[in-house]
């Protein structure tokens, strides 16, 4: 889970990381009253979780608390990539001397939390990586000892933060740190961290990505969660305990298996269709929850025709099929629907899905060959 | 002849008289597999599955008395990673665990602990793994396997069964066939069970099944470049996914561009393996290699 770039800052202040936090906003006259609170000139950001913002038009300086009303009334409802301004963040302006780039990440291959550090900070860092590797220090942390004050001396040497200001840099990378176990994340990055003309460290923007198994232990972050960036039917599957993504083409997917899940979604693709979701029913397959899938593929209304894919495995497949049926039942908006179930007991599942109408297929590439035709007859 | 599990495995289960525990406890003692006994802690004493096996407090105390040499792991993710470590301090050299939703940070420190003594760990959110017609340690349904001479492994659970199930179609039996599980941190990389395939005589051929996401699958292929001279064929899922999920800049830095399907792809390609664009073709390229 993503957290705004203000809660992000909540999260890193509590840990003495020294930062310009500014207050959220969620109207221009908030906004006007935090800048008054502020004093002086600020930024006015928006808080989305999509990258880019800046090429958006969703940052911008003002130097009163007037113009900071002005600016977030430009702001907010501003469509960037899809989603809609619901929030600024009014923040002290800073002057900056210079720039650095200091990122943690559950780094899968080094099987470590791994430091990211470069003095190229900004929003070039990626660019940074591929010509000139040199500029970013990559650092694996002990999985058991954890950062170590050695290890925070280097990165600073190797940023070449100036000497006056290394014991705060300890701070900063250490509550950097701190943030990131305590917090359960998979990534917590300060990007810039800069040196300001008056000679302070300070973290100017922050993003933390919270790793979605350890919420349940965290029940104080999970309320941080921003549903105003997450599609309806998200939200309703999350909820029904379905893991699933919208996308934008016709054919609606309802699979068991994440790896599963995304083969039927490339041979859709393979045979001339494109899958309207990536959805993973998980295991078990319950009729409650096959009706909820039903319902989350159909509420968009792109989605001509549905395919099913079940590796029974486990699971009988007759029982599975028998859910179908019935969930089928209770749908407002009928589609053509290919079922595919394998595994246990497809044999008995065949004819209750005969009698039911719904079209069979054997083979994976045979039912998304079949959900592509039912796409094609439905538009004719 | 078959990899990490067969006649001799003498497993224990945590988490034996749990709902998961004890339904799939039972299809493994189905299909001939040699469960010698259950650790649910409070329930020592109790005897498991229909009175066939007994039920300790402690891993360390089953393992004393039954020589129990592996660990099958179905507790719930909020115990798995105390569980792993538990199986690992009675010395159990195989611990495999199919809990899913471990958090991140804990895998960094059960993995770490685990491979410094010694422990080979599967998983964890993994299917489990299947010597044909010896032993079936998870969740894989015994009945999609058929004996043979090819060694398979995958990092997802239904999408095993559907490769699994098309071999066995087709006529094409395994050795053993692996889930290493999903999550970003496992126990058992796609390196390590292929060297394992690979110095197995019985195992002839070699099917890897990837997915979208990390690097393991570009590591495993120059791995096979290096190291490996039998036939292999692969498949990778997520060509069609979004692109999204993307970590921050760290996460891109990290990648350096691998983890899209078209760069494991490529990668697989590059030693050699053959690359299927339906599961259903992998039995196919298998014949083309002789199996």
Same mark, same amino acid.
Do not use: W
């Given at each position: 889970?993503?957290?705004?770039?203000?809660?992000?800052?909540?999260?890193?202040?509590?840990?003495?990381?020294?930062?310009?936090?500014?207050?959220?906003?969620?109207?221009?006259?908030?906004?006007?009253?935090?800048?008054?609170?502020?004093?002086?000139?600020?930024?006015?950001?928006?808080?989305?979780?999509?990258?880019?913002?800046? =090429?958006?038009?969703? /940052?911008?300086?003002?130097?009163? +608390?007037?113009? *900071? &009303?002005?600016?977030?009334?430009?702001? @907010? #409802? !501003?469509?960037? =990539?899809?989603?809609? /301004?619901?929030?600024?963040?009014? +923040?002290?302006? *800073? &002057?900056?001397?210079?720039?650095?780039? @200091? #990122? !943690?990440?559950?780094?899968?291959?080094?099987?470590?939390?791994?430091?990211? +550090?470069?003095?190229?900070?900004?929003?070039?860092?990626?660019?940074?990586?591929?010509?000139?590797?040199?500029?970013?220090?990559?650092?694996?942390?002990?999985?058991?000892?954890?950062?170590?004050?050695?290890?925070?001396?280097?990165?600073?040497?190797?940023?070449?933060?100036?000497?006056?200001?290394?014991?705060?840099?300890?701070?900063?990378?250490?509550?950097?740190?701190?943030?990131?176990?305590?917090?359960?994340?998979?990534?917590?990055?300060?990007?810039?961290?800069?040196?300001?003309?008056?000679?302070?460290?300070?973290?100017?923007?922050?993003?933390?990505?919270?790793?979605?198994?350890?919420?349940?232990?965290?029940?104080?972050?999970?309320?941080?969660?921003?549903?105003?960036?997450?599609?309806?039917?998200?939200?309703?599957?999350?909820?029904?305990?379905?893991?699933?993504?919208?996308?934008?083409?016709?054919?609606?997917?309802?699979?068991?298996?994440?790896?599963?899940?995304?083969?039927?979604?490339?041979?859709?693709?393979?045979?001339?269709?494109?899958?309207?979701?990536?959805?993973?029913?998980?295991?078990?397959?319950?009729?409650?929850?096959?009706?909820?899938?039903?319902?989350?593929?159909?509420?968009?209304?792109?989605?001509?025709?549905?395919?099913?894919?079940?590796?029974?495995?486990?699971?009988?497949?007759?029982?599975?099929?028998?859910?179908?049926?019935?969930?089928?039942?209770?749908?407002?908006?009928?589609?053509?629907?290919?079922?595919?179930?394998?595994?246990?007991?497809?044999?008995?599942?065949?004819?209750?899905?005969?009698?039911?109408?719904?079209?069979?297929?054997?083979?994976?590439?045979?039912?998304?060959?079949?959900?592509?035709?039912?796409?094609?007859?439905?538009?004719? | 002849?078959?990899?990490?599990?067969?006649?001799?495995?003498?497993?224990?289960?945590?988490?034996?008289?749990?709902?998961?525990?004890?339904?799939?406890?039972?299809?493994?003692?189905?299909?001939?597999?040699?469960?010698?006994?259950?650790?649910?802690?409070?329930?020592?004493?109790?005897?498991?599955?229909?009175?066939?096996?007994?039920?300790?407090?402690?891993?360390?105390?089953?393992?004393?008395?039954?020589?129990?040499?592996?660990?099958?792991?179905?507790?719930?993710?909020?115990?798995?990673?105390?569980?792993?470590?538990?199986?690992?301090?009675?010395?159990?050299?195989?611990?495999?665990?199919?809990?899913?939703?471990?958090?991140?940070?804990?895998?960094?420190?059960?993995?770490?602990?685990?491979?410094?003594?010694?422990?080979?760990?599967?998983?964890?959110?993994?299917?489990?793994?299947?010597?044909?017609?010896?032993?079936?340690?998870?969740?894989?349904?015994?009945?999609?396997?058929?004996?043979?001479?090819?060694?398979?492994?995958?990092?997802?659970?239904?999408?095993?069964?559907?490769?699994?199930?098309?071999?066995?179609?087709?006529?094409?039996?395994?050795?053993?066939?692996?889930?290493?599980?999903?999550?970003?941190?496992?126990?058992?990389?796609?390196?390590?069970?292929?060297?394992?395939?690979?110095?197995?005589?019985?195992?002839?051929?070699?099917?890897?099944?990837?997915?979208?996401?990390?690097?393991?699958?570009?590591?495993?292929?120059?791995?096979?470049?290096?190291?490996?001279?039998?036939?292999?064929?692969?498949?990778?899922?997520?060509?069609?996914?979004?692109?999204?999920?993307?970590?921050?800049?760290?996460?891109?830095?990290?990648?350096?561009?691998?983890?899209?399907?078209?760069?494991?792809?490529?990668?697989?390609?590059?030693?050699?393996?053959?690359?299927?664009?339906?599961?259903?073709?992998?039995?196919?390229?298998?014949?083309?290699?002789?199996?």
């Amino acid at each position: 889970m993503k957290l705004q770039e203000y809660r992000s800052k909540e999260i890193l202040a509590r840990h003495g990381v020294a930062l310009l936090a500014g207050e959220p906003a969620t109207s221009p006259q908030e906004a006007r009253a935090a800048a008054e609170r502020i004093g002086g000139p600020v930024v006015v950001k928006a808080q989305v979780l999509v990258g880019g913002r800046g =090429k958006a038009g969703g /940052v911008k300086l003002a130097s009163s +608390a007037a113009e *900071a &009303e002005v600016r977030a009334r430009e702001i @907010l #409802g !501003l469509d960037i =990539k899809g989603i809609t /301004v619901r929030t600024v963040l009014v +923040a002290p302006a *800073a &002057e900056i001397a210079h720039e650095y780039y @200091l #990122g !943690l990440i559950l780094d899968r291959a080094a099987r470590a939390i791994t430091v990211i +550090a470069s003095a190229e900070g900004g929003i070039e860092i990626e660019e940074t990586a591929k010509t000139n590797p040199e500029a970013i220090l990559r650092l694996p942390l002990h999985p058991l000892i954890g950062l170590q004050d050695h290890e925070a001396r280097r990165i600073a040497f190797f940023l070449g933060i100036p000497a006056e200001l290394r014991k705060d840099f300890g701070t900063v990378m250490r509550g950097l740190y701190d943030a990131f176990v305590e917090s359960d994340a998979d990534l917590a990055e300060i990007n810039p961290l800069v040196v300001t003309d008056d000679g302070q460290l300070l973290a100017l923007d922050a993003k933390i990505v919270l790793d979605d198994s350890a919420l349940p232990r965290h029940s104080d972050l999970e309320a941080m969660r921003d549903l105003n960036e997450e599609e309806p039917s998200e939200i309703a599957a999350r909820e029904a305990g379905i893991s699933f993504i919208k996308l934008d083409g016709t054919i609606g997917c309802m699979v068991n298996g994440a790896g599963l899940a995304m083969t039927t979604m490339d041979l859709v693709k393979l045979a001339g269709g494109e899958p309207a979701n990536f959805l993973d029913i998980g295991g078990g397959a319950k009729a409650d929850r096959v009706a909820a899938a039903f319902r989350i593929i159909l509420d968009d209304p792109n989605v001509k025709a549905i395919l099913v894919n079940i590796f029974g495995g486990i699971t009988r497949g007759d029982e599975v099929a028998r859910g179908i049926v019935e969930a089928r039942a209770m749908l407002d908006r009928e589609v053509p629907m290919v079922v595919r179930i394998v595994g246990t007991n497809a044999e008995e599942a065949k004819p209750i899905l005969a009698e039911a109408n719904l079209i069979t297929a054997d083979s994976l590439d045979d039912a998304a060959a079949k959900a592509v035709a039912a796409v094609a007859g439905a538009g004719a | 002849m078959s990899i990490f599990v067969n006649r001799d495995t003498r497993l224990l289960v945590q988490g034996i008289t749990g709902r998961e525990g004890e339904f799939h406890s039972t299809a493994m003692l189905e299909y001939g597999t040699s469960i010698v006994a259950g650790v649910t802690p409070g329930k020592g004493g109790q005897v498991a599955l229909g009175g066939h096996v007994p039920v300790f407090d402690t891993v360390v105390d089953a393992v004393e008395q039954t020589g129990a040499n592996a660990s099958c792991i179905f507790v719930p993710a909020a115990f798995a990673p105390d569980a792993m470590l538990e199986a690992s301090a009675a010395h159990i050299p195989l611990v495999i665990c199919i809990t899913e939703g471990v958090p991140g940070l804990d895998m960094l420190r059960v993995a770490h602990v685990l491979r410094s003594a010694g422990t080979r760990l599967i998983g964890p959110n993994c299917p489990g793994l299947t010597s044909v017609g010896e032993a079936k340690v998870g969740i894989i349904p015994g009945n999609i396997h058929a004996a043979g001479s090819v060694g398979l492994v995958s990092r997802s659970g239904t999408l095993t069964y559907e490769v699994v199930q098309a071999m066995t179609d087709a006529g094409i039996g395994q050795t053993t066939c692996v889930g290493i599980g999903g999550d970003p941190v496992v126990g058992t990389s796609f390196i390590d069970v292929i060297d394992a395939f690979n110095q197995d005589p019985e195992t002839e051929a070699i099917v890897m099944i990837g997915e979208i996401g990390g690097d393991e699958e570009e590591k495993a292929a120059a791995f096979c470049a290096r190291e490996v001279r039998k036939p292999m064929a692969g498949f990778i899922a997520g060509r069609t996914a979004p692109p999204g999920r993307r970590m921050g800049h760290a996460g891109a830095i990290i990648s350096g561009g691998a983890g899209t399907a078209e760069s494991k792809r490529t990668a697989l390609e590059a030693a050699g393996i053959r690359v299927a664009d339906s599961p259903s073709h992998i039995p196919q390229l298998l014949r083309d290699a002789g199996i």
